[in-house]
């Protein structure tokens, strides 16, 4: 079974919308927050790390519910690592000057984060599909031996 039987595994238990910023409604708090976190991180490397902390607060828990209601197929440690590499990218984009100044920081979050888990669950259900055809193929195998009649 190829990567594209992986693909169609993984679309069928997909949905199939898109997060969109404008999908989140953003609050005057959570714009003057992304315009603190955005100085923060064109600053010192504490001043970034404290950037990223705000954020961190502010965003830990909707992002972990987001992905809770859309991978609950994905356990904890992987969405928590889906929820790591959001906040890492912010991160990253800030440092490489790759940050678009005009979109809201929430939007970013929450597309890396899907993203990731989008992958994590592909990945699983590759790793499930190998498994079953390993134990098909050594049913087969074995049909006809004295192993096979148990």
């Known amino acids: 079974?190829?990567?594209?039987?992986?693909?169609?595994t993984y679309i069928a238990g997909a949905s199939h919308s898109a997060y969109t910023p404008s999908m989140q409604t953003v609050s005057s708090e959570d714009q003057e927050l992304d315009l603190r976190v955005r100085v923060g991180l064109l600053g010192s490397p504490p001043e970034q790390e404290?950037?990223?902390?705000?954020?961190?607060?502010?965003f830990q828990k909707p992002l972990m519910k987001f992905l809770a209601d859309r991978f609950g197929d994905l356990d904890s440690d992987?969405?928590?690592?889906?929820?790591?590499?959001?906040f890492s990218a912010v991160h990253a984009k800030a440092l490489d000057g790759t940050l678009d100044m005009n979109s809201p920081l929430t939007g970013l979050l929450f597309t890396v984060a899907q993203r990731k888990a989008i992958d994590l669950?592909?990945?699983?259900s590759c790793r499930i599909r190998a498994?079953?055809?390993?134990?098909?193929?050594?049913?087969?195998?074995?049909?006809?031996?004295?192993?096979?009649?148990?």
């Open 1 to 8: 079974m190829g990567s594209a039987s992986c693909w169609n």
């Open 50 to 58: 404290q950037a990223i902390d705000l954020l961190f607060s502010r």
């Open 131 to 150: 498994d079953v055809e390993l134990t098909e193929e050594v049913g087969d195998y074995l049909v006809g031996t004295e192993t096979g009649r148990d």
């Open 78 to 86: 992987d969405r928590a690592s889906a929820l790591h590499d959001a």
């Open 121 to 124: 669950r592909r990945r699983a």
